[in-house]
């Protein structure tokens, strides 16, 4: 697969490009926060199930290929929703290696648990400190690391929880990943960045 310059203005027609930039006011950012994201859900529901299956498959074959999984033994993924990059296989994957997967469980307060996908059973919150490396969902992130999530806030509250060594790797479509020197994602204080990036075609270290 050929490898996509990141999006630029001109590569993002279906979007509002005013949601693009960041301000220090925090009503203004959470607006934007939310234009985007309201544009990045009507695309992704635009997907259909064919590439949906190619996407999945080509995120299995980028991360099985990426050096982060290396050696790990116990990762925390996400099962994949539809709309979001999926990573059936790259989970098929996983347990084929052996490797401990902990998938999240939403609590009432917004915050994850966990359970290993072999053993369910809740492991508690803090179960995510103890990972050799963190798949997180998102529905864009910039190349200076910047995430943003669905909007509850329950990564941010998990990846506090995780030792600075351990990296964090975010999953998105090719045309999800932004570059921030010309577009940087709306962030305030409370979001965690990542150090790294995925899509259906590349792996990237991110400058977080
Ligand atoms: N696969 C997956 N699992 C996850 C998350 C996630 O983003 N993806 N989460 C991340 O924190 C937590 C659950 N929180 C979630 C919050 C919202 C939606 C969601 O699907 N939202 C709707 C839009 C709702 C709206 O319009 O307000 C959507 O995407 O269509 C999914 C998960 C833990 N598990
Ligand atoms: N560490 C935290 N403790 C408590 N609340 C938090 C924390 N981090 C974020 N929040 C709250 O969660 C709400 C949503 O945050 P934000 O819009 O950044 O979510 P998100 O990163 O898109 O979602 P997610 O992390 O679930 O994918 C905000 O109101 C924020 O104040």
Redesign the pocket.
């Given at each position: 697969m050929s490898t996509p310059p990141v999006t630029t203005p001109a590569a993002t027609p279906g979007l509002a490009l005013d949601t693009l930039s960041v301000t220090p006011d925090v009503l203004e950012v959470e607006a934007r926060?939310h234009r985007l994201r309201r544009g990045i859900r009507s695309r992704r529901l635009d997907r259909d199930t064919g590439s949906a299956r190619a996407v999945d498959t080509a995120v299995a074959r980028v991360l099985t290929g990426c050096p982060l999984l290396a050696g790990v033994h116990r990762v925390a993924c996400y099962t994949s929703r539809p709309g979001e990059p999926g990573t059936r296989e790259l989970l098929a994957e996983l347990e084929r290696h052996e490797v401990d997967v902990l998938l999240p469980v939403l609590l009432p307060d917004?915050d994850l648990d966990w359970e290993l996908d072999r053993h369910p059973g809740p492991l508690g919150p803090d179960a995510i400190a103890a990972v050799d490396l963190v798949i997180v969902p998102a529905l864009a992130v910039d190349t200076a690391g910047r995430?943003?999530?669905?909007?509850?806030?329950?990564?941010?509250?998990a990846l506090?929880r995780v030792p600075a060594r351990v990296p964090v790797l975010a999953v998105v479509h090719d045309d999800e990943l932004f570059d921030a020197a010309v577009t940087p994602l709306p962030t305030?204080p409370?979001?965690r960045p990542v150090q790294a990036v995925a899509t259906p075609s590349r792996w990237l270290w991110l400058a977080a």
């Open positions: 926060k917004g995430r943003l999530g669905q909007g509850g806030g329950s990564y941010d509250r506090g305030l409370h979001d």
